[in-house]
């Protein structure tokens, strides 16, 4: 039987391994489907000016994982159980102007909020990183909380729990 002609136009078929947290991820997603209490992922998207140093600030800094960058105006990074995009306004689904001609755009008043365990400690070290803060005193009553920002202007509040403070039952 003579050759496909087409096989020369074929690309190779090459094994990969997934990371080890990505596959262990997955699979408990899987797992989770049938479970009737699963919940949807929390996911926030942040409109980036510059995609690799938004990408670079949240990993580096605030202990975000990358998981997906498929072109250079979008990503997709987890920071455990929430689900970050960020995406560079333009023409693409995510980004793309509204019927009036609005481009979507960073900054505003919404953001995410990170707990962190020890609050003075992580402003001192985003201070000595170079990081803009809007507020760096730690102030509030159920937590303790400041306000930075991340490249594009998006805020960014970090908080510590008081005594007392608690998370609703999952």
Do not use: C, K
């Not at 096989?7 to 947290?21: F, K, N, Q, T, Y």
């Not at 979507?104 to 995410?112: D, E, H, M, Y």
């Not at 201070?127 to 306000?147: C, N, Y």
Request: glycine content about 8%; cysteine-free; hydrophobic content about 40%.
């Amino acid at each position: 039987m003579p050759a496909d002609p087409l096989d020369a136009l074929r690309l190779p078929i090459v094994p990969v391994e997934p990371r080890s947290e990505f596959a262990e991820t997955l699979l408990r997603r899987m797992q989770a489907v049938d479970q009737p209490e699963r919940r949807a992922t929390p996911t926030i998207r942040y409109f980036v000016r510059d995609l690799d140093p938004a990408v670079d600030f949240y990993r580096r800094l605030l202990g975000f994982e990358e998981e997906l960058r498929p072109n250079p105006v979008f990503a997709m990074l987890y920071r455990g159980d929430l689900r970050l995009l960020l995406s560079v306004p333009g023409t693409y689904a995510g980004g793309r102007a509204l019927p009036d001609g609005t481009l979507p755009s960073p900054g505003g008043w919404n953001r995410i909020l990170l707990q962190v365990v020890d609050l003075d400690a992580a402003v001192e070290a985003l201070r000595r990183a170079g990081v803009h803060f809007l507020d760096d005193r730690p102030s509030g009553v159920a937590v303790r909380q400041v306000l930075l920002e991340d490249p594009s202007g998006n805020p960014i509040e970090l908080f510590e729990p008081a005594t007392g403070y608690h998370e609703r039952a999952r």
